[in-house]
């Protein structure tokens, strides 16, 4: 473990660093505090002490594809540029062929994992959804499936008239292997009334994961931050998941998301400040104690500040995705993809050991 002398003339901060090297829980109000200091570099230190204690030296990825087989949404989150009503232009829903078309023409043999959202749409059954998943399955037998997020399994269960449970086991039956961590924006009614009011709410997307987690999947989680939120809410979400994992441990990585400015209508004036990115991940790494690993997403915050970010209590990097199609609808200036020797370049330069793991935090290769 470092050894880690905080120079702040903050005596909060300092009160706070005394906390973390007694490995004591932090508050919401030590995270406001956190939020309202200055000093980034110190809290940036001290999450990487707490990152170090968990995962060493090592930075995690994954070669993975993203896909997205519809974007036509029933619901109309105000930070989406990515959804489309069925009849508008630019919608679409692909059949069992051009899923595998659009896979087959993009697909390399490195590829372990499919991560799969799309919109809601209530235009086709439950089936549709269960049977993306086979079709993928019976084409490509080892590549792990990690689909749909919180909030699609709680539309799942009302376009199905099933219970959450019994909409995760049919799609377990056809190969799902884990949720995404998506659709959880702000865990606080607040919020979701003001920008995504149709969709799932705290109770529901806390729900679904925990029934996943019941069932024996582990999941990943996110905070979409940057908008209308404030820091208080963060917090909350953040608590929200730790609360969580003490109780089903099924949580592997919180990935804090950085909203796209492109939707002027959702309150959204400017991008997140390089600050604000790294002040989140640090925070995140310091009061989301129970849970290994903090990802920096590169489509969301870019590849520079990603970097930073490996020293700021993150441990994972995402991975090669190959066609980010959301964020990039919503205004993400990155690539929408990164090859595997790229990732491996920025973890090594931030002095850390490349990883590549698969979809369940399993060692494929050390770099
Ligand atoms: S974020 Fe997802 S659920 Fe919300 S409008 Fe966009 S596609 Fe639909």
Redesign the pocket.
């Known amino acids: 473990m470092s050894l880690l002398t905080i120079a702040s003339q903050d005596k909060t901060l300092a009160s706070i660093a005394e906390k973390v090297l007694h490995r004591e829980r932090l508050t919401i109000e030590d995270g406001l505090a956190l939020y309202e200091s200055d000093d980034v570099f110190s809290i940036a230190q001290l999450a990487n002490l707490v990152n170090e204690r968990i995962n060493g030296n090592r930075v995690y990825f994954v070669q993975n594809m993203y896909i997205n087989p519809t974007n036509v ?1 029933e ?3 105000r930070f ?1 540029g ?2 489309r009503d069925q009849d508008q232009e630019g919608a679409y829903t692909m059949s069992s062929e051009e899923l595998l078309h659009y896979v087959g023409t993009r697909f390399n043999d490195g590829i372990r994992e499919f991560h799969i959202v799309g ?2 749409n209530n235009h086709v059954p439950f089936d549709y959804y269960v049977d993306t998943l086979r079709t993928l399955k019976k084409a490509y037998p080892d590549v792990a499936l990690k689909a749909y997020t919180g ?1 699609e399994i709680e539309f799942f269960s009302r376009i199905a008239g099933i219970s959450m449970e019994e909409v995760l086991k049919e799609l377990m039956n056809a190969g799902l292997e884990s949720l995404t961590g998506g659709g959880a924006e702000i865990l606080t009614e607040r919020y979701r009334l003001k920008m ?1 009011p149709e ?1 799932a709410s705290t109770d529901d997307w806390l729900l679904a994961h925990r029934t996943a987690h019941g069932l024996g999947m582990l999941t990943p989680c996110t905070m979409l931050y940057g908008s209308i939120e404030t820091k208080e809410e963060r917090l909350i979400h953040m608590s929200r998941i730790r609360e969580l994992q003490d109780e089903t441990n099924g949580f592997q990585v919180f990935i804090p998301l950085a909203v796209q400015p492109m939707k002027a209508t959702a309150g959204i004036r400017r991008r997140t400040s390089a600050m604000d990115d790294i002040k989140t991940i640090a925070i995140s790494r310091l009061m989301v104690d129970n849970v290994d690993h903090i990802k920096a997403y590169f489509i969301n915050i870019g590849t520079q500040l990603t970097q930073l970010a490996l020293r700021a209590g993150a441990s994972d990097a995402h991975g090669t995705l190959v066609e980010e199609r959301i964020s990039h609808a919503a205004g993400a200036l990155s690539d929408q993809g990164i090859t595997k020797e790229d990732l491996i370049w920025l973890i090594k330069g931030a002095g850390k050991i490349a990883v590549e793991r698969d979809t369940h935090y399993n060692v494929i290769k050390e770099y």
């Open positions: 949404c619901a109309k989150c989406c990515f959804r919109g809601h909030a995504s969709k």
